[in-house]
């Protein structure tokens, strides 16, 4: 197990470098053995549920496939996506660690995927699994989990919402939320992908609505960098976005 994971997050880690050109080499190496340990330690955690011990193969292998959805070749991407949700479904209510490594790859799914074929396969399954994760009394347990969700709901707001009054209610909604606290890794994404969706005036984001919402959002995301420093280098591109939206500084 300790070698499974070790191997995924050095492969998660390179295809971050080195991007989809890593695809064959990922595929033809690893592919299929995090696919067959998924799908085995599946098996047999379902004739033993109390074997705590197929917990961490089936997390290692749904992070690497978080690192395959997430940097992938598009065409690999498509054909993989429906056995990932398939697995998922049945991984999902395992623990915290897996639930939120899931809804992190609902996410990576959100970004990449068009809106024609998200709307048409998977729109329904990944949009209630971050609103149920969403609704959930938040606690030290789960908080990351609801951390990763946020960042999914991000995502799904920014490449698949429907630019209508329900989706500028989904987007107040989410603004309110920010900024994340428990998992600072992933807030740091969340918030450059922010900004650059504010930059480009994104309209679920910049509008009479959510605007007075956003300078709201921003100075909380200041006050929190202030004592934890989660966004190192992205402070200036928070102050750049801050000035664009009105705020001022002391």
């Not at 989809?20 to 690893?30: A, E, M, N, Y």
């Not at 005036?201 to 934890?228: F, G, M, Y």
């Amino acid at each position: 197990n300790e070698i499974n994971r070790r191997v995924m997050e050095l492969s998660g880690n390179i295809f971050k470098v080195i991007g989809d050109d890593l695809t064959p080499v990922i595929k033809s190496s690893l592919f299929d053995f995090f696919l067959q340990t998924w799908r085995d330690s599946l098996a047999k955690l379902d004739s033993d549920k109390l074997k705590t011990i197929y917990y961490q193969p089936i997390l290692s292998a749904i992070c690497f496939f978080d690192d395959f959805l997430e940097f992938s070749k598009e065409n690999e991407l498509l054909q993989f996506i429906d056995t990932f949700i398939e697995l998922s479904k049945k991984s999902q209510n395992i623990n915290e660690d897996i639930l939120q490594s899931v809804v992190y790859g609902y996410g990576a799914i959100c970004q990449r995927v068009s809106k024609e074929i998200f709307t048409a396969k998977y729109k329904e399954t990944i949009l209630a699994m971050i609103i149920n994760i969403i609704q959930r009394p938040k606690n030290d347990a789960n908080e990351e989990t609801f951390d990763n969700a946020l960042g999914a709901m991000g995502k799904f707001i920014y490449f698949q919402c429907d630019n209508n009054a329900a989706g500028v209610t989904m987007a107040s909604q989410f603004i309110k939320l920010l900024p994340l606290r428990g998992d600072l890794d992933e807030g740091k994404k969340v918030c450059h992908l922010l900004f650059e969706k504010i930059n480009e005036s994104h309209p679920l984001l910049v509008n009479d609505t959510n605007t007075p919402l956003l300078k709201d959002a921003i100075q909380r995301i200041i006050i929190l960098n202030k004592s934890q420093n989660f966004l190192e280098e992205e402070i200036e591109n928070l102050i750049m976005v801050a000035l664009t939206l009105g705020i001022k500084f002391e």
